[in-house]
């Protein structure tokens, strides 16, 4: 399944290495052939090893040298790749998608993800590959294949630049961690304990091991998989806790008490921080929660919605010059640091605002507008999307009076206070259902209306 997501699918039935070499040949033919090298990265997955050996050997058969930084969070991938003026980057991860998945995230030299234009390309160069013969090197041009360990250390070095570490220092905060057996593992605890935090962990992997079988929790870090983090927090006495999902891009929070808050929480406790001292527009998508809106306007700027994909994100925020930006699903983007959604950003931003209100997350949560955000999703598979779409929104149009419609990305159904979002997922074979509302009763209702118009 090719998407702006990726090269994705079940290890070896899609993603076979006939497809992986294909694809990574197709990448390669956009690289800019002046710069020699590519990162090289991947989560915990032990398919993530082989996947790796193919692609570095894919890579370096056609003249590039490549730099393979071993376990290493999505974000680090993207970041290194633009701090060691790499040609390009991979991070091989299939993200929150179950264990036996994997795949190809492709990035430019500037860490930015592909763009829709740019996938289709390289959709097309891969179908054309097998026949072609032209761009494999002599075996005197072949590019060398070297190890880089250190790329924790310089995403977490990076992040602390930009944060108001000697603020956070002074709190010397108790933090529990749940990297979900992913690539958090290897960089949490090292990230936190540079800005003085003492460091629980729960489903951490061992360094220098691989995830065998199966993650030790579900792969989202949404609040049925937290019941263990919520647990170590209590235990413990934490100040907050942090879970992660296996690429270590998304960050859902919980609270000193031992609640896992959401993931939706993210994106606007990071913003306040942020925003507190940068006034900026923000960027986030059509999925988001209304707390961005009201977050925006506390302090006085505008949100900018975009479709699902955090490439969309990105290239909003780009395009807007905002400075602050993500999604509802845990990821929080400031661009100066990371041109891509960033667990520890997040997790950086979000102690500072600890640091600097003396509030604890419940507090801070207690003072936020509240809404009641579900998401659901089922089976979807149909040939022709965009007509089928078309005769949802027509029926749509007969049921919700006073609401407006969007199209950009799906079907968002909405007024100022609730929503109703179906979309054709990019990874996955369903349709998947967002509604918001005030209370659990609407929300609901607004979920089978949406379940009804399928």
């Given at each position: 399944?090719?998407?702006?997501?990726?090269?994705?699918?079940?290890?070896?039935?899609?993603?076979?290495?006939?497809?992986?070499?294909?694809?990574?040949?197709?990448?390669?033919?956009?690289?800019?052939?002046?710069?020699?090298?590519?990162?090289?990265?991947?989560?915990?997955?032990?398919?993530?090893?082989?996947?790796?050996?193919?692609?570095?050997?894919?890579?370096?058969?056609?003249?590039?040298?490549?730099?393979?930084?071993?376990?290493?969070?999505?974000?680090?991938?993207?970041?290194?790749?633009?701090?060691?003026?790499?040609?390009?980057?991979?991070?091989?991860?299939?993200?929150?998608?179950?264990?036996?998945?994997?795949?190809?995230?492709?990035?430019?030299?500037?860490?930015?993800?592909?763009?829709?234009?740019?996938?289709?390309?390289?959709?097309?160069?891969?179908?054309?590959?097998?026949?072609?013969?032209?761009?494999?090197?002599?075996?005197?041009?072949?590019?060398?294949?070297?190890?880089?360990?250190?790329?924790?250390?310089?995403?977490?070095?990076?992040?602390?630049?930009?944060?108001?570490?000697?603020?956070?220092?002074?709190?010397?905060?108790?933090?529990?961690?749940?990297?979900?057996?992913?690539?958090?593992?290897?960089?949490?605890?090292?990230?936190?304990?540079?800005?003085?935090?003492?460091?629980?962990?729960?489903?951490?992997?061992?360094?220098?091991?691989?995830?065998?079988?199966?993650?030790?929790?579900?792969?989202?870090?949404?609040?049925?998989?937290?019941?263990?983090?919520?647990?170590?927090?209590?235990?413990?006495?934490?100040?907050?806790?942090?879970?992660?999902?296996?690429?270590?891009?998304?960050?859902?929070?919980?609270?000193?008490?031992?609640?896992?808050?959401?993931?939706?929480?993210?994106?606007?406790?990071?913003?306040?921080?942020?925003?507190?001292?940068?006034?900026?527009?923000?960027?986030?998508?059509?999925?988001?929660?209304?707390?961005?809106?009201?977050?925006?306007?506390?302090?006085?700027?505008?949100?900018?919605?975009?479709?699902?994909?955090?490439?969309?994100?990105?290239?909003?925020?780009?395009?807007?010059?905002?400075?602050?930006?993500?999604?509802?699903?845990?990821?929080?983007?400031?661009?100066?640091?990371?041109?891509?959604?960033?667990?520890?950003?997040?997790?950086?931003?979000?102690?500072?605002?600890?640091?600097?209100?003396?509030?604890?997350?419940?507090?801070?949560?207690?003072?936020?507008?509240?809404?009641?955000?579900?998401?659901?999703?089922?089976?979807?598979?149909?040939?022709?999307?965009?007509?089928?779409?078309?005769?949802?929104?027509?029926?749509?149009?007969?049921?919700?009076?006073?609401?407006?419609?969007?199209?950009?990305?799906?079907?968002?159904?909405?007024?100022?206070?609730?929503?109703?979002?179906?979309?054709?997922?990019?990874?996955?074979?369903?349709?998947?259902?967002?509604?918001e509302s005030s209370n659990e009763k609407r929300t609901s209702e607004l979920i089978e209306m949406g379940k009804?118009?399928?």
């Open positions: 399944m090719v998407s702006v997501s990726g090269v994705r699918g079940i290890v070896g039935k899609d993603l076979t290495p006939p497809v992986i070499v294909a694809y990574t040949v197709s990448f390669a033919r956009l690289l800019n052939k002046q710069k020699k090298k590519v990162l090289i990265g991947r989560d915990t997955r032990e398919s993530g090893r082989v996947i790796g050996r193919i692609v570095e050997g894919t890579l370096a058969s056609l003249g590039f040298h490549t730099i393979n930084a071993g376990i290493t969070t999505t974000p680090g991938v993207l970041l290194a790749t633009r701090n060691l003026q790499c040609a390009g980057g991979v991070a091989i991860t299939a993200s929150h998608n179950p264990f036996p998945w994997n795949a190809l995230k492709f990035c430019n030299e500037k860490g930015l993800f592909l763009g829709a234009e740019e996938i289709d390309l390289i959709d097309m160069y891969a179908r054309k590959t097998a026949a072609d013969q032209s761009m494999w090197s002599s075996f005197d041009a072949i590019g060398c294949m070297s190890s880089d360990h250190s790329i924790n250390v310089l995403h977490a070095n990076e992040v602390i630049k930009h944060l108001d570490a000697a603020l956070i220092m002074g709190k010397k905060f108790r933090v529990a961690v749940d990297p979900g057996g992913g690539a958090g593992s290897f960089i949490d605890r090292v990230f936190l304990e540079k800005i003085g935090c003492e460091v629980f962990s729960i489903h951490g992997v061992p360094e220098g091991s691989t995830v065998q079988k199966e993650f030790p929790r579900g792969t989202e870090p949404v609040p049925e998989n937290l019941e263990g983090l919520c647990g170590l927090v209590r235990d413990k006495g934490a100040d907050i806790g942090f879970a992660q999902d296996p690429d270590g891009d998304r960050l859902s929070v919980v609270s000193e008490s031992g609640t896992a808050i959401g993931e939706e929480y993210t994106i606007v406790l990071a913003g306040d921080a942020f925003l507190s001292r940068k006034k900026t527009d923000i960027a986030c998508n059509l999925s988001s929660s209304l707390m961005v809106d009201d977050l925006a306007q506390r302090h006085g700027v505008n949100v900018h919605r975009t479709k699902i994909g955090e490439i969309h994100v990105t290239q909003a925020l780009m395009k807007t010059g905002s400075l602050f930006g993500g999604e509802g699903n845990g990821g929080v983007i400031v661009p100066e640091i990371n041109p891509c959604r960033d667990s520890l950003v997040a997790m950086g931003l979000i102690l500072e605002l600890l640091a600097r209100t003396g509030k604890s997350v419940s507090q801070l949560v207690q003072s936020i507008p509240h809404y009641v955000l579900k998401k659901e999703k089922v089976a979807f598979s149909v040939g022709d999307v965009d007509n089928y779409l078309e005769q949802i929104c027509d029926r749509a149009k007969n049921i919700f009076h006073n609401y407006s419609i969007n199209i950009l990305d799906g079907i968002k159904i909405y007024n100022i206070s609730e929503w109703l979002h179906l979309r054709p997922s990019n990874t996955e074979p369903v349709m998947r259902i967002f509604a009804s118009l399928i």
